[in-house]
């Protein structure tokens, strides 16, 4: 079964930037969506961007403009840049292959005021 891994989260200053990334364990990205998604305390887990197999991306309205999600089939991975962090972007953030049960274990993104 396909494995994701996340890394990159950290504890950043408002307005600052980070970098995630999603590594599967095979050569899945290529052929299936990638997704980020994040849980905040006391909140559902909420969508925060997607990645085709033919690079269309889709956007939570409340990152667009901030967040860019990309991926690299050559490394298996799949990316979130994050820039212009908020204070209300602080979450642990998934990574998800496709629509399907396989997730990641989560990355904890803290941003502070």
């Known amino acids: 079964q396909v494995q994701l891994v996340e890394s990159g989260g950290g504890l950043v200053q408002a307005g600052g930037s980070l970098r995630l990334s999603c590594a599967a364990s095979?050569?899945?990205?290529?052929?299936?969506?990638g997704g980020w998604y994040r849980q905040a305390p006391g909140k559902q887990r909420e969508l925060v961007a997607t990645i085709t197999p033919g690079d269309s991306t889709n956007y939570a309205d409340s990152v667009k403009g901030r967040f860019t999600i990309s991926r690299d089939n050559a490394k298996n991975t799949v990316y979130l840049q994050m820039n212009s962090l908020k204070t209300e972007d602080t979450a642990v953030y998934y990574c998800r292959l496709g629509w399907s049960n396989i997730w990641g274990q989560g990355t904890q993104v803290t941003v502070s005021s």
């Open positions: 095979g050569s899945i990205f290529s052929i299936k969506t």
